[in-house]
């Protein structure tokens, strides 16, 4: 019988990268959601069905953690390591509830290991281990406001308001800040639309879109969290939460693997040029290549300059294709941001309108430096 692990006893071997990492800050005394663990030689057992008694096993588990809404994430042995982050290529699911749907979750969660996208990713990584996975199941935060914190020498955050899904999705420009020297040195107002609560998406308030979601206090309070979590985890970390109420959780800890441009560019003013925030370093030149959406993926041609409204993990095998990314919406840790400094890939992000400012085939060059996009040849 498998025999599930809390969340507060998971090790890597059992319990995958992203599970190990919540262990040692619970163990730390750090504000982690409760949960546990179905553990790897579960999925290796169950080849691809949950047993019964593995089903008895999480109900009983369920009720250690309180009635309520969950988060059933992916922990597999290949994702959150010092080399790769695999951002979204195993799948999350949000505002499960009840044994049966945690089941369903854990299946689907298996089976993503083995994903188009998630193997492409792997061989790009040169990753020729044969990976297993966890699952992790913690109660949901229902956040007021939720998002990343990059730390370093200078601390980034950027954050919308509900869930952070938005943030890491892309599908919103969050509000942003820096700090320095234990100051907020920089604060910009980022587009919010839209926010996620549980699984629904709703449009936010006319007036929250026009503030900031959060408090410098607030920042401050989350800058020293993350400061605390980096020396723990003894370097540099990315780092997803959640405020609910005037409580800050810390959903989600891993390496850095790859720098951020540097803080407060200025792109150069120019009649060509579009201006964005820079979201991964270096400089592309070709054709651009609208896409809208998968069924535009055939189109993509290498050296192609990547225009979308935003990416999802569907959209990473194009990112071993195209020459650069230019995205209308998302922040330094979105998806797009995170896959293209992994890829070395310039791009930048939260352009407003680039799918129809720059049509299909323009010859621009990319500066994921400067935050730039020039129009070449006109």
Known sequence: MVLLINLADAEAATSGGKAAVL???????????????IPTSAYEQADGDISADLVDEITQALLQIGDGYLAVRSSATSEDTAHATAAGQHDTFLGVRGPDEVADAVRRCWASLWSERAVAYRR???????????????RLVDADVAGVMFTGDDTRLEASWGLGESVVSGHVTPDSWV????????RALGTKKTRIDRTVTREVEPADRDRLCLTDDEVTRLVQLGRQIADLLGGPQDIEWAISGSRIWILQSRPVTSALPAAH???VKESKALRGTPGSPGLATGPTRVVRGPADFPRVRPGDILVCRTTD????????????VVTETGGLLSHAAIVAREQGLPAVLAIPDVTTALH?????????????????GC
């Open 179 to 186: 700090v320095s020297g234990g100051a907020v040195t920089h």
């Open 265 to 267: 560019t200025v792109a």
């Open 360 to 376: 299909d085939g323009a010859h621009v060059e990319v500066d994921g430096s400067t935050g730039r996009v020039t129009r070449l």
């Open 313 to 324: 993990p569907a959209w990473t095998p194009l990112f071993g294709v195209v020459a650069a």
């Open 124 to 138: 790009r990584q040169g990753n020729a281990q044969s990976p297993t996975i966890a699952v992790l199941v913690q």
């Open 23 to 37: 262990a040692r800050l619970l163990q730390a005394g750090l504000p982690i959601p409760p949960g546990f663990v």
